[in-house]
């Protein structure tokens, strides 16, 4: 059984840093592209970041140059480093493995509050 866990979440200040990880048990991790996303209360998910089995990483304008996303193929694990936080990020955050063009499997979400 596939099973995408998050951890990492929780509750930080504006300005502050979080580091979300997913433990991935895919017997062919390191070829699967890796995404994280977030849903807010009342929004849809959204893709926050996303790399390659290469390698190459994608965000979105919102968190460019805060956030990075990165694997270890080793580990089967993909993190996503979250710099100066903002209000505005407060939102459960999901890992995704995209494995072909019709299937994908998700974690169960890990919450991240970013308040004062």
């Known amino acids: 059984q596939v099973q995408l866990v998050e951890s990492g979440g929780g509750l930080v200040q504006p300005g502050g840093s979080l580091r979300l990880s997913c433990a991935a048990s895919?017997?062919?991790?390191?070829?699967?592209?890796m995404a994280w996303y977030s849903q807010a209360p009342g929004k849809q998910r959204e893709l926050v970041a996303v790399?390659?089995?290469?390698?190459?990483?994608n965000y979105a304008d919102s968190v460019k140059g805060r956030f990075t996303i990165s694997r270890d193929n080793a580990k089967k694990m993909v993190f996503l480093q979250m710099n100066s936080l903002k209000p505005e990020d407060t939102a459960v955050y999901y890992c995704?493995?995209?494995?072909?063009?019709?299937?994908?499997?998700w974690g169960q979400g890990t919450q991240v509050t970013v308040s004062s």
């Open positions: 995704n493995a995209k494995v072909s063009s019709t299937l994908a499997y």
């Open positions: 895919l017997i062919r991790f390191s070829t699967y592209t």
């Open positions: 790399i390659t089995s290469g390698g190459d990483t």
